[in-house]
């Protein structure tokens, strides 16, 4: 007899197990149904490899002491799992270089994975952008329609640097697409960017903004004004977690020298 090592104990393969409430007797998905969902949705997500550590419970808001924005943050983040998706409201994470962007939409899309098996996709803005484009080329087997349809049916999206690639008519024809898109089936986007939510032509700043121009530059005021109908604003304040780690591992290496 052949025993096959991969059979569930709990449902033995069934894909439901017995749930027992007083004395009444239910079936529901078995844990290992749930688990191999999971884990389809995270190999179907495109987290990228530099990101897949990122964890909203390894989120540091006290790397540099107590830090009142980051734990903010930290805790809007947390907030948006929990009620989504009964608010299927975005969010759009602000800040400066380095100071967690990615890592709490990262951490984000892994919780809603994980804890409520919601279909998630991540893509890089700039790479997004060259898929598309890149599809035009003859000699691509890929259409512009398949490239983009998963970004309009996922049911979240999240763009990372949004803004990145320099504007021009047809960066601000995509983005429309894509926004208005997600916009008018109600789905739910995740937004990071480095620039400033600011009007087209208002100088960005003050505190030291990572780019001189604004959001409103890079995507258009129409579009930059439909982000707030489909984002709440999460903004991060910090220094850039790159450079601190770099330089504690780097004192530590001349402490252990
Ligand atoms: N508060 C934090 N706690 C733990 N790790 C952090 C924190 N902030 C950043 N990191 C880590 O530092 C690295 C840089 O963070 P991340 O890429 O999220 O920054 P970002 O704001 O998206 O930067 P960029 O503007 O360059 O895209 C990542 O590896 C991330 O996991
Ligand atoms: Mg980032
Ligand atoms: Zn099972």
């Known amino acids: ?14 894909g439901w ?15 290992c149904q749930l688990r191999a969902r999971a884990q389809s949705l995270l190999e179907a997500g495109r987290i990228p490899k530099r990101y897949e550590h990122c964890e909203l419970t390894e989120f540091d808001t006290r790397f540099e002491g107590a830090h009142p924005a980051l734990e903010r943050a ?4 947390k907030a948006f799992v929990a009620s989504y998706p009964v608010e299927t409201t975005g969010v759009l994470l ?6 967690g962007k990615t890592h709490l939409a990262v951490g984000i899309m892994k919780e809603l994975i994980l804890n409520k098996g919601t279909a998630c996709l991540f893509y890089d803005y700039r790479e997004l952008l060259k898929e598309i484009q890149n599809s035009y080329n003859d000699s691509v087997k890929v259409t512009e329609l398949e490239v983009l ?3 309009f049916e996922s049911e979240v999206l999240v763009l990372d640097e949004l803004g990145a690639v320099k504007p021009t008519e047809w960066v601000w024809d995509t ?7 997600r916009y008018n089936n109600n789905r739910t986007t995740i937004i990071t ?13 003050p505190r030291g903004a990572a780019r001189e121009e604004t959001l409103g530059d890079r995507i258009g005021e129409r579009m930059r004004s439909r982000l707030h109908e489909m984002c709440r604003t999460i903004k991060l304040e910090g220094s850039d977690f790159r450079q601190k780690f770099r330089s504690a591992s780097f004192r530590f290496r001349l402490q252990s020298a």
């Open 193 to 205: 960017t480095n620039f400033d939510d600011k009007p087209a032509g208002a100088v960005a700043g």
């Open 74 to 77: 930290l805790l809007e983040a």
């Open 175 to 181: 983005v429309s697409l894509i926004l208005n898109t």
């Open 17 to 31: 197990k017995a749930v027992s409430k007083g004395v009444e007797r239910r079936v529901s998905r078995c844990d």
């Open 1 to 14: 007899m052949k025993v096959s090592a991969e059979v569930c104990p709990l449902c033995e393969g069934t």
């Open 149 to 151: 349809r998963p970004v």
């Open 94 to 99: 602000i800040g400066n270089i380095g100071v």
